[in-house]
């Protein structure tokens, strides 16, 4: 976030500019502060948001501000810690763990602390679709890289145990995914044929001492935005980011499970998206004014009508209570 600049050069003091373009005489000028008095901001001019960070496997802690989207972020922590961008997979709030509870989505409260996740070693791992469905949801960070967010017990990928929650998918049978968004990686695996063995080549995270040997399994449910003031800063793919209240009863509800529908339909998580689509919902009076409106900001999703008719309606019934 940039600070505000004023709106035109500073008056002089002690004059104010008559309408005949002379100078005429003004009030005399408040007497000063007492010394040790704060200074008071300037009208129109926004405080710069500073955030501190961390690398989520050990560092010292930095200091970051001037960002509007992830991309931005990302770099930024790259610059404190003098490492590549493309190196960081992902963030979490408040904790070094790799915790998808904590994922840093489309909102930071303003006195949260960012954990940087950054690459680790990569491993080829052979799978055989046995199933129609492998029990992988997946996310992605909004920087190109998309990763594994949920494993379902059970599963085909649940009896791998060399995959992850965590794990950054690089490529599917040798063909770089690096770029893709989530939604289309869910679509790669959805659409491999049954019964055929793949290959998957992954980048696990970087792990402290303290992490080392954990598979770390994300819990079903409760999943949501770590916040820990009134407001929250929120990162948006297009446009500069913005600071707003932390979401109502309603707004939080509705997101949760507007979530749980796009992994229900599309094997993916993203609480970012799922905000999204709550607030081109939330004002429509009408499922057609509600699929106009999301085609204009998610046209690229191709959203299925049912799930749709089924957002419309999850939304109708929070409104509902």
Known sequence: MQEGESAGPPATAGTREGDGGGVVPSAPPLPSSPPGTPARPQPGCRPRLVFHTQLAHGSHTGSIHSFTNVKELYAKIAEVFHIPASQILFCTLNSHKVDMQKLLGGQ??????????????????????????????????????????????????????????????E???????????????????????????????????????????????????????????????????????????????????????????????????????????????KDKKSPDDFAQALDSVLGDFAFPDVLLLDVWSAIGDVKSG
Request: negative net charge; charged residues 30%; aromatic residues 6%.
């Open 171 to 281: 490529a599917i049978n040798e063909c770089s995914i690096v770029g893709c968004r989530h939604y289309e990686v869910a679509k790669m695996l959805k659409e491999l044929p049954r019964g055929a063995p793949f290959t998957l080549r992954l980048v696990e995270p970087k792990k402290a001492f303290d992490m080392i040997g954990q598979r770390t399994k994300a819990p079903k449910s409760s999943e949501g935005k770590i916040t820990s003031g009134r407001e929250t800063l929120r990162l948006r793919s297009q446009g500069d980011a913005t600071v707003q209240e932390v979401p109502n009863e309603f707004e939080d509800r509705a997101v949760k499970t507007v979530d749980d529908l796009l992994e229900s339909y599309m094997g993916i998580r993203d609480l970012e998206l799922a905000a999204t689509i709550v607030e081109a919902g």
């Open 108 to 169: 930071i409260g303003l006195e949260d602390f960012i954990f940087a996740h950054v690459r680790g070693e990569t491993k080829e791992v052979e799978i055989n679709k046995t199933e129609e469905a492998l029990g992988l949801t997946i996310t992605d960070n909004g920087a190109g890289y998309a990763f594994i967010k949920r494993i379902k017990e059970g599963s085909t990928i649940d009896r791998v145990k060399t995959v992850c929650v965590g794990d950054h998918i």
